[in-house]
């Protein structure tokens, strides 16, 4: 949610922030900017639209010459997408430049001060009085201006900022937004991700709630809120550039779900040794398990469809009730949570508003959290308890697949290292199941290798205006996911119905040609299933049903069209039957024109409530 780059060095800055801009874009892309700094002062540079453009229109960096600069792209909060609103944006009088990610909570009051004092407003946006606060305290000294600011600023920021009095450097402040510091050879950089830093560094340092840093070519320092300073340490990032670039394929979002075997087999392998689940960090004890009353899993969107179908498979096996929230929800509805509740939630970013404050409120009313996230030292995995990281590598598409797919993984290894101390799983079963989940990349590799079949249904089917999805159990936890991919993509309408909550009003929309997708994986419900698919193709309905290869013959008497999954224990089969409707959904986007990896109005990460 808005992406922002910074550099300081002897290089022009102007073509690194672009480059660095066109890999942030995934976080917003309503419009862009860049701001550089030469012993002339700043210059700025911002528009309405797409990195492409903004490059465009300063010739690829090349007419905008300096060597500190500082670049956006914005997802639109406060003011519509305009060249106005789009960040940098410049204090009256135009001596101090910020980009901001974020939302100021308290525009509205330090606003009003601020015009008493004579200020000028040019933009609709909550950042103009940041940057305006940060210039009514300067008094010579950027650094202690910023802290001053930073104290009355209420809200969510990662703000970088520049001074045309101090040109060799950047100062850059973080509450609840992240922001990360790139450590060069006679040059630093600033980015909201790691993935704009790739190319250049991978010796990073993140910022914590409260910091802030000044970057000169020379040095990288960093101050707690009250300017002291403190030792950080850098980390070094492990994967290398190819994992954030499209490598030949035409779309992040199809190389993301074609990455899928490997995303899954680095995740779950390292954590099954000698036949058993042992995952690191967690030293849960039985006596603490058996003390629980509940298990919450938390998340936004599609990581709360993955605690839907975690649901279905930790309430069968451990018998401890299991509840699933929205984190938006979560966080407001007074939860019954205590110390013995044990929250999960579920992030691949580990920066999302909404899940960060439901952790925030598990953990103030006592349960411990056990976080699933992705992305290395991000709010989530830091504040938690325990953090347990899916390993899928940078995800660049804002639909998400293979996060997803490795957070369904990590939720099945949990099933299993909580069901062993329990004791509540014989011997051969949880052989069995361990077995099921080393072979899920391979099975995956089968689903993907027969890919042109799903192409060709998509063909059939791109220009329908409504399509509903049916399932029961895991199924109807598998509809959820299946339908968002293909709604956020896509654009078109479709709902998730569990296959029996159908006839209790929604049938009265099946009608002549609706397709109808059924889920019916879940062979133990198959012939339930097959009722409710028998009840829409009755009233007109066109069926496309998923299920496995033993079943398949059984369900193509009742469907049109059948796609079939390889046989898997029932833990397992969602991590399978999920990935033809990710390319279901691509391939139909793909044939609609619609923008894949960017689809409209939506942002990555979702940084504000
Ligand atoms: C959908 C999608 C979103 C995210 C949601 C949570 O394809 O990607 O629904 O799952 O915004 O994001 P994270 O996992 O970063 O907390």
Known sequence: M????????????????????????????DSAGIVVCSGEGLTLCKTKGYVDHLSDMVCNGDALRGTVGLGHTRWATHGRPSDENAHPHLSDGGKIAVVHNGIIENYAQLREMLVAKGVTFRSETDTEVAVNLISYFYKGDLLKAVAEAALRL????????????????????RKESPLILGIGRGENFLASDVTALIPHTRDVIYMEDGEIATLTKDEVRVYSRDLVEIKKETARVEWDISAAEKGGYEHFMFKEIMEQPEAIRKTVSPRLRGGRVQIEGLDFTPEYLKSLKKIYLVGCGSAYHVGVVAKYNMEKMLRIPVETALASEFRYSSPLVDERTLVICISQSGETADTIAAMREAKRLGAKVLSIVNVMGSTIANESDYCVYTWAGPEIAVATTKAYSTQLAVTYLLTLYFAELLGVIPDDEYKKLVEALSELPEKVDEILKNKEHIQYLASLYFNKDNIFFIGRNIDYALTLEASLKLKEISYIHSDAYAAGELKHGTISLIEDGTLVIAMASYVRLLEKTISNIVEVRSRGAEILTLTTKSAEAQVSRVSDHVIAIPDAEEMVLPSLAVVPMQLFAYYVALSRGCSIDKPRNLAKSVTVE
């Open 2 to 29: 808005c992406g922002i780059v910074g550099y300081v060095g002897s290089r022009q800055a102007a073509p690194i922030m672009l480059d660095g801009l066109k890999r942030l874009e995934y976080r917003g892309y």
């Open 154 to 173: 209420e809200g969510s920021y990662a703000l970088g900022i520049l001074c045309e009095d101090c040109p060799d450097m950047i100062v850059a402040v």
